[in-house]
């Protein structure tokens, strides 16, 4: 793995650890009330998709290591260039369901590097 992915995946695995410390003891009726929640959440997905989508560029046999990272990717320009048709649900049902296998993951080609 080059010095440059580990470092993209180092900003992954601090982007998906902020965003279990901000959901914490939430639910989908707090995080959709609160503006600054769902701020704070969705910017975290969007430094994730957009290290992820350095990664491929630079190391794809890493980026493929990662479940879904193009999925992942194609999320953060939603996130960033179409922010009008966010789906909370859709966010909320990423942070209670996938976000727990990407830390997996990364955390895995972290210690395996």
Known sequence: ???????????VRQAVEAVRQFTAGKDFLQYQQDALLRSAVERQ????GEALRRISSI?????????????????????SH???RVDHRLVWALVEGKLHKLREEVEFLLTES
Do not use: C, H, V
């Open 1 to 11: 793995m080059q010095l440059q992915s580990r470092k993209y995946l180092e900003d």
């Open 45 to 48: 997905f969007e430094i994730i």
């Open 59 to 79: 190391d794809p046999p890493t980026a493929l290591q990662i479940t879904d990272y193009q999925r992942i990717i194609a999320f953060r320009n939603i996130l």
């Open 82 to 84: 179409a922010y009008g």
